[in-house]
């Protein structure tokens, strides 16, 4: 199963900031639209943002104006720039596949292609200090 990769993650102060990445390293998508999850230690996951295999966005109320959520379109990289964070935006953030309908990944190189509509990372470690 090909893994999404998440990165950007670290320890920030209260009302820094940081620019999460998602990817599949060597693989590009056309028709996958992305979904941002955090989940808290001890916490339910909580959806965060998404974005459209078209590029429109959609947010959380506790991240509305805080957060932006882009796609590069030749890459299919999915960025998810954080501002003005706040200690309860500590959690793991993990990225997926939006999973209401089937998306592929292509490798860039041999063109051999993986669909899926449950592609995942292990998520990316955001902890914000007061």
């Known amino acids: 199963q090909l893994q999404l990769e998440e990165s950007g993650g670290g320890s920030v102060q209260a009302g820094g900031s940081l620019r999460l990445s998602c990817l599949a390293p060597?693989?590009?998508?056309?028709?996958?639209?992305i979904d941002w999850y955090r989940q808290a230690e001890g916490e339910q996951r909580e959806w965060v943002s998404s974005i459209t295999r078209d590029g429109q966005t959609t947010y959380a109320d506790s991240v509305m104006g805080r957060f932006t959520l882009s796609k590069d379109g030749a890459t299919g990289t999915v960025y998810l720039q954080m501002q003005s964070l706040r200690p309860e935006d500590t959690a793991m953030y993990i990225c997926m596949s939006n999973p209401s309908t089937r998306c592929t990944f292509c490798n860039n190189v041999t063109r051999i292609c993986h669909t899926s509509r449950s592609f995942r990372g292990q998520g990316t470690q955001v902890t914000v200090s007061a």
């Open positions: 060597g693989f590009t998508s056309k028709d996958c639209g």
